[in-house]
T-cell receptor, first 114, second 113 residues
Framework: EPEVTQTPSHQVTQMGQEVILRCVPI?????FYWYRQILGQKVEFLVS????????KSEIFDDQFSVERPDGSNFTLKIRSTKLEDSAMYFC????????????FGPGTRLTVT | QQQVKQSPQSLIVQKGGISIINCAYE??????FPWYQQFPGKGPALLIA?????SEKKEGRFTISFNKSAKQFSLHIMDSQPGDSATYFC????????????FGSGTQLTVLP
């Protein structure tokens, strides 16, 4: 069964450093998403991506964040200058599109900023 | 901004019992209501979902009930098993084309053996 994959599973970085989180969405899906989950809290939407551009973003997704689909398979989230409060699980999700509303999530990347 | 309110925050059920988790939404544009199951250290996994043109959907031991007039939907887990112990999130999509999800706050279910 196709699944969303994410790398790395755990990333430790120092405050102020740049990190890139990687995702491979399900191959025939058209919509891609990043969500985050701070420990013990609910899952929060960051950004959606469709047709090679951002379609929606939340107030969390400020200028420190960017997304890219550098080739036909990868979808990346970059945080330019990490802060302590960026420590969270980051989940990538994808959706086929149209009336198919189902979103499928990857296993997540645990980002720890020290 | 869409709001999805979920209750209870935690739930303890004996094996074989019925687990019931409730969600209420505010935005009537919602047209798809999924439930996600999350085990510790894992991503949310789509469990079951309903469209508001039906009042109930059942898949195995899992049932979603939808009450459009009350703007509520609930998840029922029949014959709850210890393996069902997880965090359950209700969610609803935004009305734009991206359909990004707004999640409830989560319910931590513990099924005692």
């Amino acid at each position: 069964e196709p699944e969303v994959t994410q790398t790395p599973s755990h990333q430790v970085t120092q405050m102020g450093q740049e990190v890139i989180l990687r995702c491979v969405p399900i191959s025939n899906h058209l919509y891609f998403y990043w969500y985050r989950q701070i420990l013990g809290q609910k899952v929060e939407f960051l950004v959606s991506f469709y047709n090679n551009e951002i379609s929606e973003k939340s107030e969390i997704f400020d200028d420190q964040f960017s997304v890219e689909r550098p080739d036909g398979s990868n979808f990346t989230l970059k945080i330019r200058s990490t802060k302590l409060e960026d420590s969270a699980m980051y989940f990538c999700a994808s959706r086929r599109g149209g009336e198919a509303y189902e979103q499928y999530f990857g296993p997540g990347t645990r980002l720890t900023v020290t | 901004q869409q709001q999805v309110k979920q209750s209870p925050q935690s739930l303890i059920v004996q094996k074989g019992g019925i687990s019931i988790i409730n969600c209420a939404y505010e935005n009537t544009a919602f047209d798809y209501f999924p439930w996600y199951q999350q085990f510790p250290g894992k991503g949310p996994a789509l469990l079951i979902a309903i469209r508001p043109d039906v009042s109930e959907k059942k898949e195995g031991r899992f049932t979603i009930s939808f009450n459009k007039s009350a703007k509520q939907f609930s998840l029922h887990i029949m014959d709850s098993q210890p393996g069902d112990s997880a965090t359950y999130f209700c969610a609803a999509p935004a009305s734009g084309s991206a359909r990004q999800l707004t999640f409830g706050s989560g319910t931590q279910l513990t099924v005692l053996p």
